[in-house]
């Protein structure tokens, strides 16, 4: 724009124009520099003003709607760029920990996504309740290991079994919300980023500076049977508190689904999704099943749907009194009792009946996750109102395909490409 284009837009004299464009490229907003030009048939030498990067986020931050999308990708990079660049080079010479100054990043992101969601009044199918947390899975030939013993790979892949079912949920086709802890870390900005992909609400997740994002380890062997190992000390596993719950939220929800959630707070939200009228679908993993019936019972009695494998039914026998068949569950409270088994498929227990369904067959590679999309699956069903018998094959279905890819997230399957299994 020329000197005299300028003046004539701004309220003010060309010496205070100038002056005020001098004043910018001493702050490192805008940069300047002389050319020659040729103007109305004579060579002139003409002064020009630019934005420099950080000009440039300026205009970003005041203007956003100017920018295309494209632009303010490139230009965030580049900023970033830069910026990291001086904070690592002053940090050094502070000696100041580079690492906590991350975490501060990657708490500051984790609750933007967050305030997002919330700000949004989404209308959910469902909300999950449970952990979310980063896989290591580790394929093995045998579980007993030498002091050294080499591995084909360590991959990282989302896990957590209750994220993984919302991921699920939201997979087959429901709107589904997902209630759990997160640390304020490198993995849980990277699990909050993918999950959101997945299009699930993460209004009621609920950062943790203090803890550290679940990190779990899973050695996988040749036949895609998994062992798993879970830290317990500083992590963020589940919600512990009822004031970290948005009851607003959860009171929309017409659905609740109990994941890994520690039992004083599961006994909570099951009782209070009963009395609003709310099936309350429960996955009763392996670690929580030694607590035994007993204990357990004051949140069957508020469940609809009880899910367990075969690995949680024994250790929830060894440790209860006297309970020799899944029936007697019937008896705590749930409408429905259903075993998965490691060889694929399900036993479902009613007053009434007992269903037992076969897993179509295929070739497993990778068992993490199978639970998951079974329980995904029939929980889908059940909220449609189809027939018990219906619910456990198009479970079974899920889990099975689920099977034929590593990782948890990664093989929860679409509801199209269960249908296309099936037929």
Same mark, same amino acid.
């Given at each position: 724009m020329l000197q005299s284009e300028l003046i004539r837009r701004l309220p003010c004299s060309g010496k205070t124009a100038?002056?005020?464009?001098?004043?910018? !490229?001493? #702050?490192?907003?805008?940069?300047?520099?002389?050319?020659?030009?040729?103007?109305?048939?004579?060579?002139?030498?003409?002064?020009?003003?630019?934005?420099?990067?950080l000009g440039k986020w300026f205009s970003l931050l005041l203007s956003p709607r100017k920018v295309? %999308?494209?632009?303010?990708?490139?230009?965030?990079?580049?900023?970033? =760029?830069?910026?990291?660049?001086?904070?690592?080079?002053?940090?050094? =010479?502070?000696?100041?920990?580079?690492?906590? $100054? &991350?975490?501060?990043?990657?708490?500051?992101?984790?609750?933007?996504?967050? *305030?997002?969601?919330?700000?949004?009044?989404?209308?959910?199918?469902?909300?999950?309740?449970?952990?979310? %947390?980063?896989? *290591?899975?580790?394929?093995?030939?045998?579980?007993?290991?030498?002091e050294t013993t080499p591995v084909s790979d360590i991959c990282e892949y989302p896990g957590g079994s209750a994220a993984a079912v919302a991921v699920g949920l939201s997979r087959l086709g429901l709107t589904v919300g997902f209630a759990g802890r997160i640390g304020c870390d490198s993995l849980g900005q990277r699990l909050v980023e993918d999950i959101a992909k997945e299009n699930v609400d993460l209004s009621q997740l609920v950062p943790s500076p203090e803890l550290k994002t679940l990190r779990t380890v899973i050695l996988v062997g040749n036949g895609g049977e998994k062992r798993v190992i879970v830290p317990t000390s500083g992590v963020a596993i589940s919600l512990d508190s009822p004031s970290q719950i948005e009851w607003r939220r959860?009171?929309?929800?017409?659905?609740?689904? &109990?994941?890994?959630?520690?039992?004083?707070? #599961?006994?909570?939200?099951?009782?209070y999704a009963r009395s609003r009228g709310k099936p309350v679908f429960y996955r009763l993993l392996t670690p929580y099943a030694k607590f035994g019936a007993e204990k357990l019972s004051r949140v069957m009695r508020s469940v609809? !749907?009880?899910?367990?494998?075969?690995?949680?039914?024994?250790?929830? *026998? =060894? %440790? #209860?009194? #006297? $309970?020799?068949?899944?029936?007697?569950? &019937?008896?705590?409270?749930?409408?429905?009792v259903v075993v998965t088994r490691s060889a694929g498929g399900c036993s479902v227990y009613t007053e009434k009946k007992r269903i037992d369904v076969n897993a179509p067959a295929v070739e497993a590679i990778d068992s993490t996750g199978a639970g998951d999309a079974f329980a995904a699956a029939f929980t889908k069903k059940m909220l449609e109102g189809s027939l018990l018998e219906e619910?456990?094959?198009?479970?079974?279905?899920?889990?099975?395909?689920?099977?034929?890819?590593?990782?948890?997230? %990664?093989?929860?399957?679409?509801?199209?490409? !269960?249908?296309?299994?099936?037929?």
């Open positions: 100038i002056r005020c464009l001098d004043k910018l !490229v001493s #702050s490192g907003i805008l940069e300047s520099g002389m050319e020659r030009k040729r103007l109305r048939n004579r060579n002139v030498w003409v002064r020009w003003y630019a934005p420099t990067t295309t %999308a494209t632009e303010a990708r490139a230009l965030l990079t580049e900023i970033f =760029e830069q910026y990291s660049r001086s904070v690592a080079k002053l940090s050094s =010479e502070l000696d100041l920990s580079g690492s906590s $100054l &991350l975490s501060t990043y990657h708490g500051a992101f984790i609750n933007e996504i967050v *305030q997002e969601h919330r700000a949004v009044a989404r209308n959910l199918n469902i909300v999950v309740f449970g952990s979310i %947390a980063m896989d *290591q899975i580790i394929p093995v030939e045998k579980f007993t290991l030498e959860l009171d929309a929800a017409p659905a609740i689904y &109990l994941g890994e959630v520690f039992l004083e707070l #599961s006994e909570f939200i099951a009782g609809k !749907v009880l899910y367990m494998n075969e690995e949680a039914w024994r250790r929830l *026998q =060894e %440790a #209860s009194m #006297s $309970l020799s068949d899944p029936t007697e569950l &019937l008896r705590l409270g749930p409408e429905v619910a456990a094959r198009y479970a079974s279905a899920a889990a099975a395909l689920s099977t034929t890819k590593i990782g948890a997230w %990664a093989s929860m399957p679409t509801h199209e490409e !269960v249908s296309r299994f099936m037929s």
